[in-house]
């Protein structure tokens, strides 16, 4: 977007209209998209893992690139459910100990968490979940208000009859025929006995994150507590398991919607944090590749040759709008130009050879191998990226140049009227 606007000063410093420039900007933007489907190719597994590794190029050693990168479409791949992909139904769990290598990936819900008491079923198969967001605790005096006990059987009468209420919650929840009750608050131990007699599985203060998650992939929704609560209110899971891995307790939930839980892992606090960046990374990336499917090539390879084709284009149009085409053409290619910067390359020269390249070879495929500093063939390489992120990228820096260029106008229109005369339009 800086490139374009840069550009787009220079043509109204030249007299013409930002409303020229914004409709050229606009034709242009059309035009490179339309483009772009041609020239992009549809990803087989191998590609679609090679795209992930090249998105987590510079980050960690190859060995981590290539472990992050299969269990990120794995993930996803998981959650796939018809044409959506909901990405927040991954959860991604940190352990410290152990290489990167060793991370692995569960498929359902995988919550850090232990049934309130070893007496409760350890698994239960294909049941009904209900989520508290609250607890199943007696219930505070309100106020200031003050008990003046004259006999020990009241005290007694009083505890009893809070126990009586809450066994009267765990009736209701039996009623609705709940297998598993996950609850943000405490649940009290005068009543645990009663849930298991009931065989109910019961949780324990779980984050508010964690039961919306639940929610999403059970199909529950989230209740205030259990007097509140309807029928219809409960969620449904294929399985309900508690586990133990490396020493600790972990609750298990493989729902009848689609989740999936990461388990990253690193020899220290430093490691772990560079391997969860890594995955917010992969992750996004490979949503994009499983949504769309389709790849372009990368190393500067796609700019350079929507660019020729849009230099083409431009021939074709009559009028000032041919100008801020070309201008558009000028600032996609910066792309490969900050690519041959950053890599110690020089810029221009970079973008004359792949321009000739890609021209004498007839090949959009041709972009600028950073290693060598020459042009080289990135479908060869492996060096490929989601068109979804070049479609993005592209629609994003154009509506922000054109959304800037009229407020411009609306800006010059209130000019005083000593300052000076804004460029007329060539309608």
């Known amino acids: 977007a800086a490139e374009m606007l840069q550009n787009a000063w220079q043509l109204i410093l030249q007299g013409i209209h930002p409303s020229t420039i914004a409709r050229g900007f606009r034709k242009s933007e059309q035009f490179v998209l339309n483009s772009l489907e041609e020239i992009s190719l549809q990803a087989n597994e191998d590609m679609q893992k090679t795209v992930v590794e090249t998105s987590l190029a510079g980050k960690g050693h190859s060995s981590m690139q290539e472990t992050i990168a299969d269990i990120s479409l794995r993930a996803v791949k998981m959650i796939v459910d018809g044409e959506s992909i909901d990405p927040t139904k991954i959860k991604l769990i940190s352990q410290t100990g152990g290489p990167v290598e060793e991370s692995s990936l569960v498929q359902g819900l995988m919550l850090p968490k232990k049934r309130i008491d070893s007496e409760m079923p350890k698994e239960i198969s294909e049941g009904k979940i209900l989520l508290i967001d609250g607890g199943l605790e007696k219930r505070g005096v309100k106020g200031d208000l003050k008990l003046n006990v004259t006999d020990t059987g ?10 009586v209420l809450l066994k009267s919650q765990v009736d209701k929840l039996v009623e609705y025929g709940v297998d598993v009750l996950a609850c943000k608050e405490g649940i009290d131990d005068d009543i645990r ?18 039961l919306n998650m ?34 600790k307790d972990f609750w ?89 910067e950053n890599a110690g390359i020089d810029p221009i020269s970079s973008l004359i050879d792949v321009v000739a390249e890609q021209t004498n070879l007839h090949s959009d495929h041709i972009g600028i191998n950073l290693t060598t500093g020459k042009p080289a063939d990135m479908l060869e390489l492996g060096v490929l990226e989601p068109k979804g992120i070049i479609k993005q990228a592209l629609i994003g820096a154009t509506e922000v140049s054109i959304s800037i260029l009229r407020i411009d106008d609306v800006l ?15 309608m």
Not at 220 to 238: H, M, Q, Y
Request: hydrophobic share 40%.
């Open 252 to 340: 298990v939930v493989e729902a009848v919607g689609k989740a999936a839980t990461i388990i990253a892992k690193g020899s220290t606090v430093d490691i772990i944090g560079e391997v969860e960046r890594c995955f917010d990374d992969s992750l996004g990336v490979s949503v994009q590749l499983i949504e769309d499917g389709e790849i372009v090539c990368g190393g500067g390879a796609s700019y350079v040759a929507l660019a020729r084709k849009l230099r083409r284009f431009a021939e074709t149009m009559p009028g000032r709008e041919q100008l801020a085409v070309e201008a558009y053409a000028d600032a996609i290619e910066v792309i490969i130009r900050v690519l041959a």
């Open 154 to 163: 009241v005290l007694e009468s009083f505890r009893q009859q809070e126990r």
């Open 214 to 247: 639940l929610s999403r992939a059970c199909s529950a929704i989230l209740v205030n507590s259990i007097s509140t609560s309807r029928v219809n209110d409960l969620g449904e899971f294929k399985s309900s398991k508690n586990i133990s891995l490396d020493g």
């Open 412 to 426: 010059w229109a209130k000019q005083d009227i000593e300052a000076p005369v804004p460029p007329q339009s060539d």
């Open 193 to 210: 006995d009663y849930l298991v007699k009931n065989n109910i599985q019961a949780f324990r203060r779980v984050s508010r994150n964690d």
